[in-house]
C-alpha cells in the first residue's frame, strides 16, 4: 500500500539520530555560511526537449565555464574566503567549483566530493524526448504520490532528498570538528539545480509542489546562515552576476 509506505517513510527519521528533521539540534561556536550553488550550463542543459541528457556526466559548455568564471569574480568582488568546498562527483560540478576558486583567488581550500551529492538520476529516461516520458499516466502518478513518486528505474526526489540531507548533516551540522571552531565559516557546496530544489523543501518547508515550480540557474547562489538559532534564508536562487552574458534572459532583466 504506497500511502502506508509513505507514511512510515516519514516517521522513520524517528528512528535516525542523524536526520534534517532532528529536534536536538547541535550547537555550533559560530555562524555556518553556507552557500548552495548549482553548477554552470552543462551539455545536456542546452537539450531542453529531452527529459534527461544522453550523457549523465555531462561537462560543462564554453559558456558554463564562462559562467563559473564569472561567479567566482563574484566572490572576489563581495570578498568571500572559502574556507570549506563540497561538491558531488559529477564533472560538470566539480569544474565549476575548480573555476570558482581560481576566479575567486581561493587557494589550498579542503575539499570533499562524494555521490550523494549526485543529482537525481532517471536511466532509463537518458536521451529521451521529454513529451515520450512525460505521459499523461507518469504525470497523474507523480501529481498524487509528489515526491515519493520513483519515475521508471529512477529514484524519487524523498529518496534523493533524504541522501542529500544526511549527508550534509554529516559532515556540516552534526560535525564535530566543524562545530567546535569558534570563527565563522564560509562553506562552498557545488552540485545541481533538482538536487537543490528538494533539499531546500526539507529544511524551509515549503508545500513540495514548489519543487517543480521553483526556478535554479546556472551557477546561481542560494545562501543559508546555521547558528544555533537553526536555518536562515539569506538569499536564493541569486544569479545577478551573469547579467552581462545573459542580457536577454526575462530571469535577469524585466522589461
Not at 563574484?74 to 574556507?83: A, G, P, T
Not at 532517471?122 to 502518478?141: F, L, N, Y
Not at 533539499?199 to 513540495?208: C, H, P, V, W
Request: proline share 3%.
Amino acid at each position: 500500500n504506497l500511502f502506508i509506505n509513505n507514511f512510515l517513510q516519514d516517521i522513520s527519521w524517528l528512528l535516525n539520530p542523524i536526520c534534517y528533521y532532528s529536534t536536538d539540534m547541535p550547537i555550533h561556536k559560530a555562524t555556518r555560511n553556507i552557500f548552495f550553488i548549482r553548477h554552470g550550463e552543462s551539455e545536456s542543459n542546452v537539450l531542453e526537449n529531452l527529459a534527461a541528457g544522453y550523457n549523465h556526466d555531462a561537462p560543462l559548455t564554453e559558456k558554463g565555464r564562462l559562467q563559473a568564471t564569472y561567479l567566482g569574480e563574484r566572490f572576489k568582488r563581495e570578498k568571500i574566503n572559502i574556507d570549506l568546498l563540497f561538491t558531488s562527483r559529477l564533472s560538470r560540478a566539480m569544474e565549476t567549483a575548480k573555476i570558482l576558486l581560481q576566479a575567486s583567488g581561493n587557494k589550498s581550500v579542503p575539499t570533499k566530493r562524494s555521490v550523494k551529492l549526485n543529482e537525481l538520476q532517471i536511466p532509463k529516461w537518458r536521451g529521451k524526448e521529454r513529451s515520450k516520458m512525460m505521459t499523461p499516466d507518469v504525470q497523474a502518478s507523480w501529481g498524487k504520490n509528489g515526491k515519493y513518486y520513483s519515475p521508471s528505474d529512477g529514484e524519487s526526489e524523498y529518496e534523493m532528498q533524504r541522501r542529500f540531507a544526511d549527508y550534509i548533516d554529516k559532515e556540516i551540522i552534526f560535525n564535530d570538528d566543524i562545530r567546535k571552531i569558534k570563527k565563522n565559516l564560509n562553506i562552498a557546496v557545488v552540485v545541481h539545480g533538482w538536487a537543490l530544489r528538494c533539499y531546500f523543501q526539507s529544511i524551509l518547508e515549503y508545500d513540495q509542489s514548489f519543487i517543480k515550480k521553483m526556478a535554479m540557474d546556472n551557477t546561481s547562489i542560494s545562501q543559508f546562515q546555521y547558528n544555533n538559532d537553526g536555518w536562515k534564508l539569506i538569499r536564493i536562487n541569486d544569479s545577478s552576476h551573469l547579467e552581462s552574458i545573459d542580457s536577454k534572459s526575462r530571469r535577469y532583466k524585466w522589461k
